[in-house]
């Protein structure tokens, strides 16, 4: 899938939410219907994944990739899982300052909906916000966003960096906004390195299954029955203590996503020892190959600006053809059509529209 058709899924995704928004919210007032945690969730998680499918379904017949290359899911290994689980471990107490700062200028979102999600069992709770929210976040964010910006800009920072903008204005609020960007970037990060969904996926599940643990083995702290300038102060205490503590553990997950990365680059150089072309985007931790194809004796491939560096003139693509061999055409066979001959941009006009939605709907919210 192009950056252009990620952008496209991202504006149709958050259309389609802000209309059921709609529509629940005149059954609600005006036909007094009512709807539990549980629907609604339901709901939300199916309105990001079908668009998803949907587009991906489509880039199949022109790529001619099936969706598990598309949103690189690929088998994991323990060592990298456990080392990806580790350093997400570390960042949490990062997430919980960020999480404390956003609480100076508006409500922790997720404690005003507690008594709602503790009135539900603990294994629901555990499945709706640590293992289906997250598995679909993932694999959308992630999995689809992401991937695309990464094959038009493989290897840089920007396409994780937009990506988890866009992964923290989904959430529509202020409080949630601000943490989830800081976690879809280390997400992102993490999935860039080691080149698979599945480690931020799974890290994902574990942190959302721990926080959905701790509401209901937790009870609500002093600070929240705080008011006024109390409240400020007692918070500002708390901040300063975090961000010690941040500082430290933060440290410490840098230099095991460090770690990861050196692994990953050890089975990467492993792997290209072969003579076959690579199929996934670097740096990965164990790459994927498509089909054998030496280079013709004394030809170097050629390098075109359309197609990211890791498949310019490999023959990736179904038409496309490698230079030196009978027949090759150059850029023409380009997957898709002449229009992809110039170079890609991952930011269009469909993902600053569906922004500048998110950020007023964010905006109304905490008026």
């Known amino acids: 899938m192009r950056s252009i058709d990620a952008n496209r899924m991202f504006l149709t995704t958050i259309l389609a939410y802000l209309g059921v928004e709609v529509f629940v919210g005149f059954g609600v007032i005006v036909l007094g219907l009512s709807f539990d945690f549980v629907t ?93 929210g997250p598995a679909v976040e993932e694999f959308v964010f992630r999995g689809v966003i992401l991937q695309s910006y990464l094959r038009d800009r493989p290897g840089r920072f920007g396409p994780v960096f937009l990506s988890s903008l866009l992964f923290g204005l989904v959430h529509m609020n202020l409080n949630q906004a601000l943490y989830a960007f800081f976690v879809g970037i280390a ?69 095991v996503l460090m770690c990861i990365r050196n692994i990953c680059a050890k089975n990467r150089r492993q792997d290209m020892r072969g003579s076959v072309v690579q199929q996934s985007f670097p740096p990965a931790g164990h790459v994927v190959y498509r089909q054998q194809m030496p280079l013709q004796p004394g030809v170097r491939p050629r390098r075109t600006p359309d197609l990211p560096p890791f498949i310019q003139g490999t023959g990736h693509y179904p038409g496309m053809q490698q230079p030196g061999v009978p027949g090759y055409q150059g850029r023409t066979d380009h997957p898709y059509g002449s229009a992809a001959l110039w170079e890609p941009e991952i930011v269009t006009p469909s993902v600053i529209v569906g922004m500048v939605i998110c950020l007023m709907v964010i905006v109304l919210t905490e008026m």
């Not at 309105?47 to 598309?70: E, S």
């Not at 961000?243 to 230099?255: D, E, P």
Request: hydrophobic share 60%; aromatic share 8%.
């Open 40 to 132: 609604l969730d339901l709901i939300t998680e199916a309105l990001f994944i079908i668009p998803a499918f949907i587009f991906l379904l489509n880039a199949q017949k022109y790529t001619g990739m099936d969706i598990a290359a598309q949103t690189a899911i690929r088998k994991p290994e323990p060592v990298i899982m456990l080392l990806s689980a580790v350093y997400l471990l570390l960042l949490m107490p990062a997430t919980s300052l960020i999480n404390m700062i956003s609480m100076m200028f508006t409500e922790n979102t997720i404690e005003s909906m507690e008594e709602e999600i503790t009135a539900m069992p603990v294994w629901l709770t555990v499945f709706l916000i640590g293992v289906l």
């Open 187 to 255: 997400l992102g990060m993490l999935c860039m390195i080691t080149g698979s969904l599945i480690y931020p996926m799974v890290c994902h599940m574990l942190f959302n299954s721990i926080e959905a643990v701790m509401l209901y083995v937790v009870e609500s702290d002093e600070l929240n029955s705080l008011k006024g300038a109390a409240y400020y102060d007692a918070l500002k205490e708390s901040i300063a203590l975090m961000m010690i503590v941040s500082l430290v553990f933060t440290a410490l997950a840098l230099c």
